[in-house]
């Protein structure tokens, strides 16, 4: 639509098992839920030799609270590199950092993410 930058929101529900085990199912322990916001914000970036390159930020966020803070996010940002003659995306690089939180703990973990097409 020739807009600059755009951006999405979404609602999510995020489920794991209490038990980090595979256990039997008279044995299991329930279902953990979090609701969460995870939100995406693009915006175009330079026009060059037949391609586009699209920034991109992310971050999801819990609902749940610890001291304050979301119990889990992952946050993030980077660049996918749009081939404009292909129609394809031809590189994405994007660095993010999850973070989950209980009480008077927090683990953080960097996650670094890089594609490019197999050329055949």
């Known amino acids: 639509d020739d807009q600059p930058t755009w951006s999405t ?10 038990d980090p085990f595979p256990v039997p199912p008279p ?3 329930a279902q953990v ?3 969460a916001r995870q939100t995406v914000r693009y915006s175009l970036g ?3 030799e037949q391609a586009v390159t699209i920034a991109k ?6 609902e749940e609270r610890v001291d304050d803070k979301p ?3 992952q946050t993030g940002k980077g660049e996918i590199r749009f081939d404009l003659e292909e129609r394809v995306p031809a ?3 994007m660095e993010y950092r999850i973070e989950m939180r209980a009480p008077q703990v927090t683990v953080t973990i960097p996650v670094t993410v890089s594609a ?3 050329l055949s």
């Open 116 to 118: 490019r097409p197999q």
């Open 46 to 48: 330079e026009t060059a």
């Open 27 to 29: 044995f299991r322990e």
């Open 57 to 62: 930020e992310y971050e999801l966020v819990t």
């Open 91 to 93: 590189s994405m690089e």
């Open 71 to 73: 119990a889990l996010s």
């Open 9 to 18: 929101e979404t609602q999510l529900v995020l489920t794991r098992r209490a």
């Open 33 to 35: 839920t979090r609701t």
